[in-house]
Structures are given as C-alpha cells and as structure tokens.
C-alpha cells in the first residue's frame, strides 16, 4: 500500500470550502479557454498598468485569489496559517521582477530581508525565495557572462549586485531561514551559478541556507548537479539544490536560433523526466551532506521520491528533503504528501497587483489546455464537487 495516494481529492480540498471549490472550478474552466488566456492577459496588463477602475478588483478576485498569497506579508497571513493548519509550509516569493533601477533593485533586497525577518519568527516557513533579476540588471548580467571585460561603472554596479545578494543570504544565515535563488535564461545563468557559488561557499559550512536552482530540462544540468556537489564536498560545505523542470523553453528554443548554437533543452520530455528522476535519486543518495527541493507539479517524481525514502527508511519529516508546489495549483500532490508527514511547503507568491501581474499572466498561460495543466486541476477540483455533492 503506498504512503500516499495522490488520486485523494478529499484529503486534496479539505482547505477549501464549498464556495471556494466551486470558485477554483469556475476559473480553472475559463483558464481551459486558449484564446481567452491569451487576450484576457493582454487586457487585464493594459487595464492595471494604466489604472483603469476596477480594474485591480477583478484580477485580485479572480487569478490573485487563486495563484497569491496576498497584497503584503501581513496580508497573506491568513493563507499562512490555512497551510500550516494542514502541515504544508510556505515559501515566501516577493512577487516583483522585470525591473532596471538600482532604486528597484534595494527596495527588492530591502523587501526579501523584510521576508526573512518574518520567516523567522514562524516554524511554518523555512525558505524565502529571490530571484537575482529581481536584484541586478538582466544586461548587466548577460555581459558579465559572455564578455568579461567590464567598465568601470559596471564593475561598480556589479559590486553593488554582490552587496545585495550577500545581505540577504547573511540576513538569512543569521535568522535561521534558508533563501532559494531561482534559476533564470540560459544566458545569464552561469553568472547567477557563480554568485550562489560564492554564497554557498560563504553560509551553507554548518548548514544549508542558500539553494542553487537546477533547471532539469537543459541537457547538461545533471551532470552540473553532480559537479556541483563534488566541488562543494572539496570546497568544505554543504550543496543546497532545488530541482525544476524549467520554464523558458520557447525563450531558449528561440535564443538558440537566434545567435546559432545549439538548444540547451532536452529534446523530449521523456529526457527531462528521466534527467529529474535521476537527479532526486543523486540528491536523496546524499541527504548527509546535502539538501534539496524536489519543486515539481509532477506527480510521477513526487511518488518516485516517496518510493525511495520508505526504501531505504528516510524519515517523511527528514529536514533535508522538501516538496514543494506553487500555490493555487498541483493540491492533490502538496495536501496529500502532507497528510502522509513529509516535509511539503507551497511557493507563497506576494505583492502588489500591478508587481505580481507578470507572474500572474504566466500561471494563467501554463494552465491553459495546451499544457493540460488546466485540464488535470479541472477534472480533480470536479470530481471534488461531485464527491462533496455541491
């Protein structure tokens, strides 16, 4: 009999009520509509950025309710405390990107420390996650990788980078919380792998405080993840990893035509799904010296990571192994590994409608019918409906 049984729907909703089901139900059948994914987006982006009345209170009635956690920290308590009641944790995501200002980028750095503060003062929330685009400028990052030579008010900006990654990876050292730094654009990601280095190197010798992000779907991110761990075992410290698919895949696709090298994407899904597998095999064949996420919507991986832990007698609660899901999304797997004592938490997006809306746009789109993605949350949320007889 296995430890869980994703196919729950029960044990998947219980944290929701009958009018909220049937809200979840509503909106997933709309994001099953292509056409109004695509032009729906456009209008609600054109609507918030110039203000339009109501605007703002229908994005935060609709796809804000489902996919954030609230407007502010404070305001996202409420949804805090409704996972920890079921025993999923949260991971705390300061919604904001895109930006170009250094004035940004410290309101940015100023608003994750503010993050790890509150995740510190919570047993329910053991990661703050960031982004470095969210902390430095996405050319200056580009140059940094592919022309090393900088000039001088660049250096300067990008000492001003480090400053801002390193305050919030020390903060979180200090406070006990750990920081995930997510992966980004093939172009710019060995910039973003040095500056993790640095700080892995720097915080994770007692423990794991800062997370590099493996995008499995790249062809060589196994093998990198395999590297990574070897070099921080000569190096003296502990290798934080959370694994994804990955999200950039036409971006790459089209970049990698664009400038004439080869796709840096597995060339099937089968690929992928094999290079995740084995990944969360490495990670949980190393849980001594090492830590990971295993941050998938994929039910398959999730089930193989139970499969493996109860073989080889790995505590659900073991304190370096972490499942996690986006919010609003995949609850037939958080709530039901939950409900089974493993470690789970749920990326708790937060913000401002007009800050978040990107991020917004983005889980409208991957939930659209192309993906399935709708179509899988749809039919479990109804077959709750009918099991509840609402």
Known sequence: MPAVDFSNTEIAFSHLTNRELKKSAWLFRMMNKPWLVKYGSQLALWAVENRIPTAETIVKNTVFEQFCGGTTLLDSQKNIDRLAAHNVLTI??????GKEMELDFNHTMNENIRAIDYASRSQHIPVVSTKVTGLARFHLLEKVQHRPTLTRDELSEYRNVLKRIDAVCYHAANKG???????????????????????????????????????????DRLQFLIE?????????FMLGAKLVRGAYMEKEAHYAAEFGYDNPINPDKNATDDHYNTAVRFCLDHLDTMAFCNASHNAES????????????IAHD???????????????????????????????????????????????Q???????????????????????GV
């Open 92 to 97: 705390l995501d300061y919604g904001a990107e």
């Open 177 to 219: 919380v750990a920081v995930f730094i997510d992966a980004e654009e093939s172009w710019i990601q060995d910039t973003i792998d040095h500056l993790v280095w640095l700080m892995m190197k720097r915080y994770n010798k007692k423990r794991v405080v800062v997370y590099n992000t493996f995008q499995m779907y790249r062809k």
């Open 228 to 236: 990574s761990y070897d070099r921080a075992r000569k190096a003296g």
């Open 302 to 313: 999730a089930m193989l990571q139970v499969e493996i832990m109860d073989k080889k007698g």
């Open 318 to 364: 073991h304190p370096h192994t972490l499942f996690s899901q986006l919010f609003g999304m995949s609850d037939n797997v958080t709530f039901n590994l939950a409900a089974a004592g493993f470690r789970v938490g749920k990326y708790v997006p937060y913000g401002q409608i007009r800050e978040v809306i990107p991020y917004l746009i983005r889980r409208a």
């Open 366 to 388: 991957e939930n659209t019918s192309v993906t399935g993605d709708a179509g899988r949350e749809l039919a479990l949320i109804l077959e709750e409906v009918r099991r509840r």
